[in-house]
């Protein structure tokens, strides 16, 4: 059957239509759309077949190519695996970081007996083996975003959500989840993101903003106010100084607040800005 011309057509089909819906489904994927994971599990498992079936083509080097096969096939699953978050992930990319060099060798010193397709899908599996030891070019691959600039700055915001939100989308509590745990999170925040030199000035000001818009936890405002006064020590930008002015109000430092809203208003000329010193004056007033 091997030998048929009908079986060299169905093999054909399967890599022809395989390779479709993967890239069907890749591209799907890195827009987040529906149906992205379905093309994934029929188009890969299809790949693993063709890889598996081809060395029937020829008997001529048909071992090494059956074992290349399989290396092969056994990479496409752990793609699938990894992509779908199924388990036995960890096992097959063990497995795969030793089976695709060895390929890559056996590769290179039996090229010329190997097809071509062979060669260049191992050569292709090879840079995706190594890739997948840098978060970086994985997440490059996965999104289509080459820009490492949009890619630390993802990991910058994953990183504060995993340490400053809870599972229900809140922030961080000292009521629900006590304040030695908030704490403890704060301490890792300010370590790995505050107190680096060079830190994201901008990226400070953005989470000790919603801060203050979506909490009233007293420790988590503090620290917010000491992210804050340090991007206007940074630069005096409205922006920055309106945040600051807000927690200040916030923390019920009414007159240094004042203050501050008042220069934030001079540059900016904000509405928001306009109506935090009207705030600040009414709380002023009722203290005389």
């Not at 290349?68 to 779908?84: D, H, N, P, Q, V």
């Not at 039996?110 to 899908?121: A, D, G, H, Y």
């Not at 509590?173 to 790995?192: A, H, P, T, Y």
């Not at 800005?273 to 007033?285: A, E, F, G, W």
């Amino acid at each position: 059957f091997g030998a048929n011309l009908a079986f060299h057509k169905i093999l054909a089909y399967i890599f022809k239509i395989s390779l479709a819906l993967f890239f069907l489904s890749y591209m799907l994927k890195t827009q987040s759309l529906d149906g992205a994971n379905a093309l994934m599990v029929i188009s890969i498992p299809m790949m693993s077949v063709y890889f598996l079936l081809i060395p029937k083509y020829k008997k001529e080097g048909s071992l090494i190519e059956y074992l290349l096969g399989i290396a092969i096939s056994i990479t496409l699953l752990t793609i699938l695996l990894k992509s779908m978050h199924w388990p036995g992930t960890d096992i097959l990319k063990i497995i795969t970081s030793v089976l695709i060099p060895v390929a890559l060798i056996f590769t290179y010193f039996k090229r010329n007996i190997i097809r071509p397709v062979i060669i260049r899908t191992i050569i292709i599996l090879s840079v995706v083996v190594a890739g997948s030891f840098s978060q970086y070019v994985m997440s490059a691959i996965r999104t289509l975003n080459f820009n490492y600039a949009a890619y630390e700055q993802h990991e910058k915001e994953m990183y504060t959500r995993s340490l400053l939100i809870m599972e229900d989308g809140e922030f961080i509590n000292s009521r629900i989840i006590g304040s030695d745990s908030v704490q403890s999170m704060l301490e890792k925040f300010n370590k790995d993101v505050v107190n680096v030199d060079n830190p994201d000035y901008d990226f400070l000001n953005e989470v000790a903003w919603h801060v203050y818009l979506n909490s009233n936890d007293s420790i988590l405002l503090k620290n917010a106010l000491v992210w804050s006064e340090k991007t206007i020590k940074h630069e005096k930008d409205w922006v920055c100084l309106d945040t600051y002015a807000a927690l200040l109000y916030k923390n019920k430092m009414f007159e240094e607040a004042k203050v501050y809203a008042e220069e934030a208003y001079e540059l900016g000329n904000d509405d928001v800005t306009y109506k935090l010193i009207q705030d600040i004056d009414s709380v002023l007033s009722i203290q005389e």
